[in-house]
């Protein structure tokens, strides 16, 4: 769907070839016991980001494996420290020392977010660029902790109901800190609106048997899209989004038959599908003056971040 006045991103990836480097990765992944995983991810990176299009320019991840590597080392002695701890204690078989280790492992867990959200957006954005700019983060790690331990004793003492003004306020932080070349974003959001997303899409996935969900996924989806400014030489600028509950309830269904059919060898198909929603219903005004844009943006290449970030499960970019 377009709109009148904006330009959306294009997704131009092959489920053949990318069965093809997903099947490379499987296979050296398994052969060399895990220690391949950083060259796949950074292989994934490669390709999705090339076959991504936006004003006629392909973006570029100039990101290696071999940075990976050395941060997907720092994070799996931490967890194998962390989870050999779990086990000694398990071994000692005292109820109140396993309890304390558990306790110790959880806070350990979570006091790791804001590191790995910090580290991954200062990873990921200086070695993403299109048309030669590159994206980078300017963010302070000890504000971000701030702002984050903050909200979690909010969370806690409200019994998780602001759990969504910890989210907004995460997300405002990061976004604010966020540059593409001399271009600037904001994020306008309102946790009072995100907490009414949420029960409002919980109680009418509920009453309606689940049906609901699509809608309700994308509401939270459409949240983070449309409160998103793109700010330039002073100008403010809304993201636009066209995904809407059908056409995600839509792509989910036949995504679901094609895995089912194909008894999960169709995921590739699945992948190509979901990238080209996404994308495509993401659009940028036309006002924005892309060749205005200029480097300002300096290299990062340590990737502690990002493997930390996969290792707790986190998307927050």
């Not at 994206?135 to 019994?159: H, N, Q, S």
Request: hydrophobic share 50%; charged share 15%; aromatic share 18%.
């Amino acid at each position: 769907m377009k709109i009148l006045g904006h330009t959306n991103l294009k997704f131009f990836g092959q489920a053949t070839k990318l069965f093809v480097i997903l099947l490379v990765n499987f296979f050296f992944t398994i052969i060399t016991f895990g220690l391949y995983y950083p060259w796949a991810k950074a292989k994934l990176f490669q390709y999705f980001y090339s076959e991504t299009e936006f004003h006629g320019s392909r973006f570029v991840f100039h990101g290696t494996g071999k940075e990976m590597f050395r941060g997907y080392i720092k994070v799996f002695i931490l967890f194998i420290v962390l989870f050999g701890s779990m086990k000694v204690f398990e071994l000692i078989g005292e109820p109140i020392f396993l309890l304390i280790a558990t306790i110790v492992f959880y806070c350990v867990f979570l006091s790791l977010i804001p590191l790995a959200i910090h580290g991954v957006m200062r990873y990921r954005l200086s070695r993403t660029s299109w048309r030669g700019i590159h994206f980078g983060y300017r963010g302070d790690l000890k504000e971000l902790y701030i702002i984050y331990i903050k909200g979690v004793l909010a969370t806690i003492l409200t019994l998780g109901f602001y759990y969504p003004w910890l989210t907004v306020s995460l997300r405002k932080y990061v976004l604010a800190h966020t540059r593409f070349g001399n271009i600037e974003f904001k994020f306008d959001g309102e946790g009072s609106e995100l907490l009414g997303l949420h029960i409002s899409g919980i109680f009418l996935s509920i009453i309606t048997i689940y049906i609901y969900i699509p809608w309700y996924l994308i509401s939270i989806k459409n949240f983070e899209l449309k409160n998103v400014k793109v700010i330039q030489q002073g100008q403010s600028f809304s993201v636009q989004s066209t995904m809407r509950g059908g056409s995600f309830f839509g792509l989910n269904m036949v995504n679901f038959l094609i895995l089912i059919s194909t008894l999960g060898l169709g995921m590739p198909f699945v992948m190509i599908r979901n990238m080209k929603y996404y994308l495509t219903n993401i659009h940028f005004n036309n006002l924005i003056d892309v060749d205005a844009i200029v480097q300002t943006e300096a290299d990062y290449k340590d990737a502690t971040g990002e493997d930390l970030s996969d290792a707790l499960d986190l998307n927050f970019f």
